[in-house]
Each structure stands twice: as C-alpha cells, then as structure tokens.
C-alpha cells in the first residue's frame, strides 16, 4: 500500500513539473458567479494550464497582487542580472501555427490588483516566441481592471504585456508598467489586432518598447474596432510605423476610430529603409478617424531612403482627423 501511495505521488510530481496538471480545476476555489479565484501564483499557472487544456471559456478575478519573479526590472526599466522563471501565455495559440486551437474566450477580471515579474527571454527562432503575454490570444474574451509590473519579455514577432493577440475581444482598464524587446507587432499592450472586431478601452502604457515593424505604445498593429480613452506615457523606438498609441491601424473594409487618446512618451524611429511612418497617435493609417487625441511628447525620425512622413497626430495614411492637438 505505501508503495503504491509513493508510486502516485511520483506520478503526480512528473505531471505537475511537465505543466500536465489534470487537477486544475480542482484546486481553484471557485465563487458564487462561476469564476475562478486566483490567489497566488500558483493559481495563475493552474488557471493557464487549465484553459490550454481546452476550457477556453472559464471566467477568472483575482483576490490579491500576483508575484511571478521579483526583481525583474532595474528604476531605468533595463532586465537585472538574476533567474527568473520564464511565463508561458495563457490561450497560447501561435498564429504561425493554425493547427493550435488554444485561445481565451473568457472574462478575467484582474479586480484592480497586480501582477508583477512577468518575464520571457526568448532564445528560438520566431515561431517559438511570437504572441507572449499574459494571454497569448484573446478570441471573444476579455481582460480588465488589471495592472502590470516589474516585467520584460524579449520576443520577436506580436507580443504585448497583456495579450499577443486579439482575435476579437476587449481589453479594458489596464495599466502595463513593463520592457519589451521584440520586432514586428511589439506593443506595450496588445501585439496585433486582427481578424475580428477588438475595443481596447482606457488602458495606460508607462515603459520601453523596443521594435522594428509596427511598434506602439498600446497596439503594434490594429485592424478593425476601437481603440477609446488611452494613453502612452512610454519611450517607443521602432524602425517604421512607430507611435505613441498604434504602429500601424485600420482596415480599408471598415473605418476605425481611435478617440480620446494621448501620447506623453518619446517617439523614435530610426531606419536605413523606405516606409517609414512615424506619428505621436499612429504611424501608418488606413481609414481610421482620429477625434480629440492629443500628442504632447517629442518624435523623432531618421531614415536614409524615400517615403519618410511624421506627423503630430499621423504619419501617414487616410480618414479623418476632428479636434486634435500636437
């Protein structure tokens, strides 16, 4: 009998440290609405292994601030010398992988508490670390009411600190206090907007992102919805379609606004090609109306080649533009 207790525990140990927990839903208290109480850190891994398993519509909040590593971050926002444990998405579908289904179309509700050491340093190539977040993709979900800080991730292709992508869904009241190093589609909250229809609402980018293609403070690259009442109080540097709220945004289909938005962070683009589109709201637009943004932070663009165009509010592109300031 005891052998066989040590046998089971040893089986339940292998599981738990290959991030193959058939217990998970057991182990997460869950309230009165049906939503999962996340408590500690170890919740939130037990939530993502839970959804990547397949239950893509489960609701969660948070109970309390959640430390992941500490430390991560020195006061300039540079990654300190250290070990930090490395953050795998939840809904963690690679959109350079079809096959993989895993998507979060639930509610979380951060309940205005923190998450803090958030970290990913990617070592592979860009089919291993595209779309890192907190949630790798949103499809018909959302996240709100949530803070991040102390976190860096170094990535290459549509990673943001709260989803990588956004296939439908909204984002709601976050606040991201983070580094990020990638390349295309690198934001400070959302990496890529695309294929559905995404609101991304009254949320604040205070850090560093550090892209080439499509870098923004809040979205790298926006296709159709909303993006209302957001801010970028960050430095963003990026090679082409670099700016404040979105790198580049907008569909020729369907217009989008964006309203209500600043920036108060510094804008570089610096590039030895073409196209590069630099503005303090978006860098490069595609029927998207601007209406009552302001841009009060400095932008600078260098580039040795043609097409180069910056402006207050949009570097380059077509819509419209209502009661705006630079």
């Not at 058939?22 to 609405?33: M, N, R």
């Not at 109480?37 to 292994?49: K, S, T």
């Not at 397949?54 to 601030?65: Q, R, S």
């Not at 790198?247 to 590039?271: F, L, M, R, V, W």
Request: glycine share 16%; proline share 1%; aromatic share 14%.
């Amino acid at each position: 009998m005891k052998r066989f207790i040590g046998v089971f525990l040893a089986l339940v140990l292998l599981f738990t440290q290959m991030g193959v927990i058939g217990f998970a839903s057991e182990t997460l208290e869950v309230d009165s609405d049906g939503y999962y109480l996340i408590n500690d850190a170890e919740d939130l891994y037990a939530f993502r292994d839970l959804v990547n398993s397949g239950e893509y519509d489960v609701n969660a909040k948070l109970t309390a601030d959640i430390v992941l590593n500490e430390g991560v971050l020195d006061e300039n926002g540079d990654l300190n010398e250290g070990t930090f444990t490395q953050w795998h998405p939840i809904g963690d579908k690679n959109a350079f992988s079809p096959s993989n289904t895993n998507t979060f179309s639930g509610v979380f509700d951060g309940r205005n508490y923190t998450i803090y050491g958030m970290y990913y340093y990617g070592t592979e190539g860009y089919e291993y670390d595209s779309g890192i977040a907190l949630f790798g993709t949103i499809n018909g979900g959302t996240v709100k009411n949530l803070t991040i800080r102390d976190s860096y991730f170094k990535t290459s292709y549509s990673s943001g600190f709260v989803c990588g992508y956004a296939i439908d869904g909204t984002i709601e009241n976050c606040d991201v206090y983070a580094t990020i190093e990638g390349e295309y589609e690198s934001a400070g909250i959302c990496g890529i907007a695309d294929k559905g229809y995404t609101n991304i609402v009254e949320c604040n980018f205070y850090g560093i992102v550090n892209g080439t293609h499509r870098v923004g403070g809040i979205c790298g690259s926006f296709d159709v919805g909303s993006i209302k009442y957001c801010n970028n109080y960050g430095a963003i540097t990026g090679s082409s379609n670099v700016a404040g709220i979105a790198g580049g945004a907008g569909n020729y289909d369907q217009s989008t606004p964006i309203k209500g938005c600043g920036n108060y962070g510094e804008i570089n683009a610096n590039s030895g090609s073409s196209y590069n589109y630099t503005g303090g709201i978006c860098g490069f637009a595609n029927d998207v109306f601007f209406e009552d943004c302001i841009n009060v932070g400095n932008i600078h663009s260098v580039s040795t080649d043609s097409f180069i165009e910056v402006g207050g509010i949009v570097g380059y592109g077509d819509g419209g533009i209502k009661n705006c300031f630079s």
